[in-house]
């Protein structure tokens, strides 16, 4: 087995994932939508290799929201060709050239893998609807309505309402844990899983370095098909959430299946998987991912941290439970945004110490890039981008959520899927095409909030993550050492060291007005180098103030 051994640092222990939604990030045609040539022209936004660039952010990885061909009901997410790249996205050699011009830079590519499930266009699902003896008869969930209920069981669609669609062509129903247009493949048939392993292997040969496993914790379902119990006073029968999701969800046979994908690209050199341990998953389910001996995800995600308040107590009981919950040898892993919750600055808008959003995104920026794991920074989150909130019903692109009609279903995810703002031209820079119509309405804000502002301006959160980043990567104590917090419940500020036996690094976020520095565990407070501050000059040795400065974010070093 050719695995990293996780004592040394992988390079995705060590950099700094970008995720890209590819439909809004750059279009590079001009017909309104994002694509991969659009990304191919903002590489060097993204990192041009050069180490003291003015300009460039300095990421090491891309994820790329699902680019295979799709009928795009959930917009990417339901494939209906897993070797192909859609249409609107390019072709194939646009995506060589995608991979080798952002290797030359140094740039990691990381496709998101949708092997949950397939769109009901694909020629897998259509041969297996077409009668219950095909070759493919097997290859998703079929069952019929037993004993005149209405449905095979109770198991309830993520996006509301039952999942279960009925056939007329097959005369049974096929269970999807998303909408009606994504059967989940069953993951007990072996033609199924090997024809996805060939998929995964064509990626890897073509030279992606990882893949971020969509919806990795519900590909299992209980081949008995046994109802999941109801919590405990739930009513509603038709919520998703109501339910305990012992036989749709977290199967042991999830973890095999996960298993084998990792020995299947542990034959290859250091490529990544990332999972998403489901949405409402709890971080000691989704620690199990990293398998019994870290031969399971490299990287399980699990949502608690960015749906904790914005309150230094909370925040730093997240880090904790991290903190004790990863096993010996595994990595944690950290995102606040991503294209399916709001973004943080429009999440965290209400808190009662939410004065400045300016100040909100700095702080964020200095946990996500100074807590110990992997940070996974969502585009157009180091602008401070916040969700567009205003866009017309007919606009709306998240059909999957939409037209799912019964049952509680989640709001759109539009708001923060909106295109990326360059620069203060039409479209926002997104898209040369001045007729064409931006995938989604560009936020009313992208006059002021663009990058071509944002790097002018000294003070902007643009130029503040930009030298957060080239901080962490010259400082091993961030990227690689230990964690420890020296406040034991924090009410107004975190202040937390990483170290190594060489380096300490101290980091200080306060999250209210002038307030004393106040620690449990002491310090000595004298001679600390400023790597990085809202307050002091960066470089300047200094003792450290009995107070802190309203809303400051300061980081400073000490070498032994
Ligand atoms: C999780 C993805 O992040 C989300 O966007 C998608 O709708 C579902 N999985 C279904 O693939």
Same mark, same amino acid.
């Given at each position: 087995m050719n695995s990293i051994s996780i004592t040394e640092q992988a390079w995705w222990q060590e950099g700094i994932i970008y995720q890209i939604y590819?439909?809004?990030?750059?279009?590079?045609?001009?017909? /309104?939508t994002g694509d991969l040539r659009g990304i191919i022209e903002r590489l060097d936004y993204l990192n041009?290799?050069?180490?003291?660039?003015?300009? !460039?952010?300095?990421?090491?990885a891309i994820w790329l929201s699902p680019i295979n061909?799709?009928?795009?009901?959930?917009n990417g997410y339901d494939?209906?060709?897993?070797t192909n790249i859609g249409e609107v996205f390019g072709s194939l050699s646009d995506f060589d050239e995608l991979v080798a011009k952002a290797h030359h830079r140094g740039i990691k590519i990381i496709l998101d893998l949708v092997i949950n499930h397939t769109s009901d266009q694909h020629p897998w699902f259509k041969e297996s609807s077409s009668?219950?003896?095909?070759? @493919?008869?097997?290859w998703y969930l079929w069952q019929d309505a037993y004993?005149?209920?209405?449905?095979?069981?109770?198991w309830q669609s993520y996006f509301g309402g039952t999942g279960w669609t009925y056939s007329p062509e097959r005369e049974q129903f096929y269970f999807h844990?998303?909408?009606?247009?994504q059967p989940d493949i069953n993951w007990h048939n072996p033609d199924a899983k090997a024809a996805i392993h060939d998929i995964i292997r064509f990626w890897l040969d073509r030279g992606v370095d990882g893949f971020r496993m969509d919806?990795?914790?519900?590909?299992v379902q209980d081949p008995y098909f046994r109802d999941n119990p109801m919590k405990?006073?739930?009513?509603? @029968?038709?919520?998703?959430?109501?339910?305990?999701h012992l036989y749709d969800k977290?199967?042991?046979?999830n973890h095999q299946v996960i298993k084998e994908i990792r020995a299947l690209t542990d034959e290859y050199d250091d490529r990544l998987i990332i999972g998403e341990?489901?949405?409402?998953?709890?971080l000691y389910d989704s620690v199990?991912?990293?398998?019994?001996?870290?031969?399971?995800?490299h990287l399980p995600i699990t949502f608690e941290f960015p749906f904790s308040p914005w309150s230094p107590g909370y925040l730093q009981r997240e880090i904790e439970k991290k903190e004790k919950l990863t096993p010996e040898g595994a990595w944690p892993t950290y995102f606040l945004?991503?294209?399916?919750?709001?973004?943080h600055l429009s999440r965290w808008i209400?808190? !009662?110490?939410?004065?400045?959003s300016d100040a909100i995104a700095k702080a964020a920026a200095t946990l996500m890039l100074t807590i110990r794991g992997t940070p996974i920074l969502y585009y157009g989150q180091e602008l401070g981008m916040v969700d567009n909130?205003?866009?017309?019903a007919d606009k709306l692109q998240d059909r999957a959520v939409i037209i799912?009609?019964? /049952?509680d279903t989640p709001p759109p995810r539009d708001g923060a899927r909106?295109?990326?703002?360059?620069?203060?031209s039409p479209h926002a820079g997104f898209s040369?095409?001045?007729?064409a119509s931006p995938w989604l309405p560009v936020n009313d804000n992208y006059k002021q909030l663009n990058v071509v502002n944002a790097l002018q301006k000294t003070d902007s959160i643009l130029n503040f993550y930009r030298q957060l980043i080239r901080v962490r990567k010259q400082s091993t104590a961030l990227r690689r050492g230990k964690w420890r917090s020296?406040?034991?419940?924090?009410?107004?500020h975190l202040a937390y060291l990483r170290e190594t036996a060489t380096e300490t690094v101290l980091i200080v976020i306060n999250?209210?007005?002038?307030?004393p520095f106040a620690l449990d565990v002491p310090i000595n407070k004298e001679n600390w180098t400023v790597l990085l501050s809202t307050v002091y000059e960066t470089g300047k040795v200094i003792d450290l103030a009995d107070n802190l400065t309203a809303f400051e974010v300061s980081l400073f070093q000490k070498i032994r």
């Open positions: 590819v439909l809004t990030y750059a279009d590079g045609n001009g017909d /309104g041009d290799g050069n180490p003291d660039s003015e300009t !460039s952010l300095g990421i090491d061909s799709s009928p795009m009901v959930d494939v209906a060709d897993y009668s219950k003896d095909n070759p @493919k008869a097997d004993e005149g209920r209405e449905f095979p069981n109770n844990t998303f909408n009606t247009s919806a990795s914790s519900v590909y405990y006073e739930a009513s509603n @029968k038709n919520d998703y959430n109501n339910y305990h977290d199967l042991p046979e341990t489901f949405i409402d998953s709890r199990t991912y990293y398998g019994t001996q870290n031969d399971e995800l945004d991503n294209h399916d919750i709001p973004r209400d808190c !009662s110490l939410c004065v400045d909130i205003n866009i017309p799912s009609e019964t /049952g909106t295109p990326m703002q360059w620069d203060d040369f095409g001045q007729d020296l406040i034991h419940y924090p009410y107004e999250f209210a007005y002038e307030q």
